[in-house]
C-alpha cells in the first residue's frame, strides 16, 4: 500500500488494515487502480435522527415496507479513513465512470462516502478535486447527502489555559472541575509496535474496552474485529500513539490517536464504563490530547465524527463532507431524493462552537 491518495488525513497502513481484517459482514477490497471499496448490506436509516424512526415504526405497514430499506451497497472509501481516499491518477469523469462500471452497474446502492468540502485539513488541490468530482456526479444524476461534522482544533495556542481562557467562565469552571480527576490517573503514550503490546492478553483487553464503547453507540455499523486492532496495536511503523490511562495498575480506558503530517488524528477509544465515568475520561482525554499536540508542535488535533455536541462544547470546530448516492431503482431512488434532509443529521454544527 503506497502513500498519496487524494483526502488521506491518516497512514495508508490504516486502509490496508480495513482490506486485511474486514469488519463484521464487510466485504472489502482495493481495486486495480488503489480505489478502496466494500460492499454490505445498509440499512437507509442508519443515520437518521432515532426521533424521527420511532414515528416511521408507527407508519402503516412498517414491518412490512421496512426491509426493503436495506440494501445491498457498495460504498467507495473506507471506515477506516476521516475522507474518502480516492487515487490521483483518475480524473472525476474517469472515476464515475470506472465506479459505474464496477459497482453501480452491480448493486442496488452505490455510495461515495465522505468527501470533503473546502477542508482546511486539505490543500487547494485536494478539495478542488472532490469539487469537481461531487459537480460531475450531482450532473449525472447522482443525490448529494450531507455528511457527518469532522471535528478540529487547530494548534493556536501555547498551553491549554490559554485555551480555555477562550471559553466563558461558566464552561471553564465546569471544565477545570472535571479535569480535576486528572491527578488520579496515570497516563501513557505507548508507540504501536512496542514489545508491551505483544501480550495478546492486553490486546484482548483493549478490544474489550473498543467494543464497550461500539455497543453504546447509537450507530451501529462497521464493527472493526480484534484482528484488526491486533493488525494496527503490533504495526510499528504507522505512527500509531495509544493513550493509556491508568488508576493504580488499572487500566481506565484508550485512545489510538495517529501523528501524521502535522497532525494528531484520533481514531479509536475504549473505556472501562465503570470508571471512565467517574474520572471523566473523556474531558480529560482531550486535554491529554491537546498538550501533547502543543508539545509536539502539531498543527491541529483532528477529533473525529462521533458527539458533535460535546466537541463543540470543547473547543472544537467543524468541516463537512458529502456522500454521493447512486440508486438504480428508480421510486427507491425518488424516496431518497425527497428524505434526503432528513438523513443530514449534523448540519447545525457548521458554526462557532459555544462558549
Given at each position: 500500500?503506497?502513500?498519496?491518495?487524494?483526502?488521506?488525513l491518516?497512514?495508508?497502513?490504516?486502509i490496508a488494515?480495513?482490506?486485511m481484517?474486514?469488519?463484521?459482514?464487510?466485504?472489502?477490497?482495493?481495486?486495480?487502480n488503489?480505489?478502496?471499496?466494500?460492499?454490505t448490506?445498509?440499512?437507509l436509516?442508519?443515520?437518521?435522527?432515532?426521533?424521527?424512526?420511532?414515528?416511521?415504526?408507527?407508519?402503516?405497514?412498517y414491518?412490512?415496507?421496512r426491509?426493503?430499506?436495506?440494501?445491498?451497497?457498495?460504498?467507495?472509501?473506507?471506515?477506516?479513513s476521516?475522507?474518502a481516499?480516492?487515487?490521483?491518477?483518475?480524473?472525476?469523469?474517469?472515476l464515475?465512470?470506472?465506479?459505474?462500471?464496477?459497482?453501480?452497474d452491480r448493486?442496488?446502492l452505490?455510495?461515495?462516502?465522505?468527501?470533503p468540502?473546502?477542508?482546511?485539513?486539505?490543500?487547494?488541490?485536494?478539495?478542488?478535486?472532490?469539487r469537481?468530482?461531487?459537480?460531475?456526479?450531482?450532473?449525472?444524476g447522482y443525490?448529494?447527502?450531507?455528511?457527518?461534522?469532522?471535528?478540529?482544533?487547530p494548534?493556536?495556542f501555547?498551553?491549554?489555559?490559554?485555551f480555555l481562557?477562550?471559553?466563558?467562565r461558566?464552561?471553564?469552571r465546569?471544565?477545570?472541575?472535571?479535569?480535576?480527576?486528572r491527578?488520579a490517573?496515570?497516563?501513557?503514550?505507548?508507540?504501536?509496535g512496542?514489545?508491551?503490546?505483544?501480550?495478546?492478553g492486553?490486546r484482548?483487553?483493549?478490544?474489550?474496552?473498543?467494543?464497550?464503547?461500539?455497543?453504546q453507540?447509537?450507530?451501529h455499523f462497521?464493527?472493526?474485529?480484534?484482528?484488526?486492532?491486533?493488525?494496527l496495536l503490533?504495526?510499528?511503523?504507522?505512527?500509531?500513539?495509544?493513550?493509556?490511562?491508568w488508576?493504580?495498575?488499572?487500566?481506565?480506558?484508550?485512545?489510538?490517536?495517529?501523528?501524521y503530517q502535522g497532525?494528531?488524528?484520533?481514531?479509536?477509544i475504549?473505556?472501562?464504563?465503570?470508571l471512565?465515568?467517574?474520572?471523566n475520561?473523556?474531558?480529560?482525554?482531550?486535554?491529554?490530547?491537546l498538550?501533547?499536540?502543543?508539545?509536539?508542535?502539531?498543527?491541529?488535533?483532528v477529533?473525529?465524527w462521533?458527539d458533535?455536541?460535546?466537541?463543540?462544547?470543547?473547543?472544537?470546530?467543524?468541516?463537512?463532507?458529502r456522500?454521493?448516492v447512486?440508486v438504480?431503482n428508480?421510486?427507491?431512488?425518488?424516496?431518497v431524493r425527497?428524505?434526503?434532509?432528513y438523513?443530514?443529521?449534523?448540519?447545525?454544527?457548521?458554526?462557532?462552537?459555544?462558549?
Amino acid at each position: 500500500m503506497t502513500e498519496g491518495y487524494v483526502n488521506q488525513l491518516e497512514p495508508a497502513g490504516l486502509i490496508a488494515a480495513f482490506a486485511m481484517h474486514p469488519p463484521e459482514g464487510f466485504d472489502v477490497r482495493i481495486a486495480e487502480n488503489g480505489l478502496p471499496l466494500f460492499t454490505t448490506q445498509f440499512d437507509l436509516l442508519t443515520t437518521v435522527d432515532p426521533a424521527l424512526r420511532q414515528r416511521l415504526a408507527r407508519w402503516p405497514g412498517y414491518p412490512g415496507w421496512r426491509k426493503w430499506l436495506t440494501l445491498e451497497t457498495c460504498f467507495i472509501g473506507a471506515t477506516t479513513s476521516e475522507y474518502a481516499c480516492l487515487p490521483r491518477q483518475q480524473d472525476p469523469a474517469a472515476l464515475l465512470h470506472w465506479i459505474e462500471t464496477h459497482c453501480g452497474d452491480r448493486h442496488p446502492l452505490t455510495i461515495i462516502k465522505d468527501l470533503p468540502v473546502a477542508s482546511p485539513l486539505l490543500s487547494a488541490d485536494d478539495n478542488d478535486y472532490s469539487r469537481r468530482l461531487i459537480d460531475a456526479a450531482e450532473a449525472r444524476g447522482y443525490i448529494s447527502v450531507e455528511g457527518q461534522a469532522l471535528a478540529v482544533v487547530p494548534i493556536d495556542f501555547t498551553s491549554t489555559d490559554e485555551f480555555l481562557a477562550r471559553m466563558s467562565r461558566s464552561r471553564r469552571r465546569n471544565l477545570r472541575r472535571k479535569l480535576r480527576s486528572r491527578d488520579a490517573l496515570r497516563v501513557e503514550v505507548i508507540p504501536c509496535g512496542d514489545d508491551r503490546l505483544a501480550n495478546a492478553g492486553w490486546r484482548a483487553q483493549l478490544y474489550q474496552f473498543y467494543l464497550s464503547v461500539w455497543q453504546q453507540s447509537e450507530v451501529h455499523f462497521d464493527l472493526l474485529s480484534a484482528g484488526f486492532f491486533d493488525h494496527l496495536l503490533l504495526d510499528k511503523h504507522s505512527a500509531g500513539k495509544l493513550f493509556c490511562y491508568w488508576h493504580g495498575e488499572r487500566l481506565v480506558g484508550f485512545n489510538l490517536c495517529y501523528q501524521y503530517q502535522g497532525r494528531l488524528v484520533d481514531k479509536y477509544i475504549g473505556f472501562d464504563y465503570s470508571l471512565a465515568l467517574k474520572f471523566n475520561l473523556y474531558f480529560v482525554s482531550w486535554f491529554v490530547n491537546l498538550e501533547y499536540a502543543i508539545e509536539q508542535g502539531l498543527q491541529e488535533y483532528v477529533a473525529g465524527w462521533t458527539d458533535p455536541e460535546v466537541k463543540a462544547s470543547l473547543g472544537a470546530s467543524f468541516t463537512f463532507t458529502r456522500h454521493l448516492v447512486r440508486v438504480r431503482n428508480p421510486i427507491i431512488r425518488g424516496a431518497v431524493r425527497y428524505f434526503r434532509h432528513y438523513l443530514e443529521s449534523d448540519n447545525k454544527w457548521a458554526g462557532s462552537p459555544p462558549t
